[in-house]
């Protein structure tokens, strides 16, 4: 009896703290409402791809794409912005690296990746770019790369195929890829961009631009977990101006030059 009691009492012991240590599950808001705003200065370019978030200083940086003189720029956590400099390529994704603690990007066509160095606060420095990582196998010019933190992958998006593919890098070299599972033609989906949510089960994020939805797409199964529909009032991009940072959906307004925010998780 005794012997039963004990057990019954470590058993009991162990159950609350596996509850106690368990990570709660994070679940996407499926209708998510406008929260928060970049607005890019005045300048050259139309086009932007990539919001970047640098959690280590809490900044937010994008980049006008289609020309190395194009501008780069750097917020705070609320949406002031901080800097300007010049991109220095014509780049296209843009991600923060927190293995190496700075930013990073693909360029158009050639699909080198170059890194821009950051300063103690998160600030670009004077240091013109450098490039780090050469002929990437990405087969469509304009990809707007993304960055998956938790296996030091990149990765990208063909709309033809519907797949994402990633890239290994450590080897920069390609490692798998995915054949979405999604309930639309090609053709309704932004063929350029892909997000990357960090978030277990809900890893990977694709624009609908002509319904405004954004599909999340687990690693695990490949399958859509959830199907994010956007405000009717939305300006949704078909192409370029779509990325995920931050627990966020960010699209741009070409017109505008601002990013808007749209908090999942």
């Known amino acids: 009896m005794k012997a039963l009691r004990f057990g019954i009492l470590v058993f009991a012991v162990l159950l609350v703290f596996a509850v106690s240590h368990a990570q709660p599950v994070k679940k996407p808001v499926l209708s998510p409402k406008a929260e928060l705003q970049l607005k890019m200065p005045a300048g050259e370019g139309t086009n932007s791809c990539s919001v970047a978030w640098n959690p280590d200083d809490e900044k937010y940086y994008s980049a006008m794409v289609g020309n190395e003189s194009y501008p780069l720029e750097v917020f705070d956590a609320k949406g002031k912005h901080l800097q300007t400099t010049a ?11 927190p293995r190496v603690n700075w930013l990073e990007a693909n360029l158009y066509d050639y699909q080198n990746v170059i ?3 950051l300063d103690s606060a998160g600030l670009l420095t004077e240091e013109f770019p450098e490039e780090v990582a050469f002929e990437l196998e990405v087969y469509e010019p304009q990809a707007a790369l ?9 990765l990208w998006f063909e709309a033809s195929s519907m797949t994402i593919y990633f890239i290994d890098r450590d080897y920069d070299l390609t490692s798998r890829y995915i054949d979405l599972k ?13 997000g990357y ?16 939805k954004v599909y999340l797409i687990s690693d695990e199964t490949e399958a859509v977990t959830a199907t994010i529909t956007l405000p009717a009032k939305a300006v ?5 101006g779509f990325c995920f940072a931050n627990g966020r959906i960010w699209l741009f307004n070409n017109e505008t030059r601002t990013w808007t925010a749209f908090k999942v998780f």
């Open 87 to 97: 991109t220095g390529a014509d780049i296209r994704g843009l991600w923060y690296s």
């Open 115 to 117: 890194a821009y160095e």
């Open 146 to 154: 993304a960055y998956n933190t938790e296996t030091n992958e990149l």
């Open 182 to 194: 999604v309930p639309v033609g090609d053709t309704a989906l932004n063929p350029y961009c892909v």
């Open 197 to 212: 949510t960090g978030v277990k089960g809900y890893e990977y994020a694709i624009l609908n631009h002509l319904q405004k």
């Open 236 to 240: 949704v991009p078909e192409t370029f």
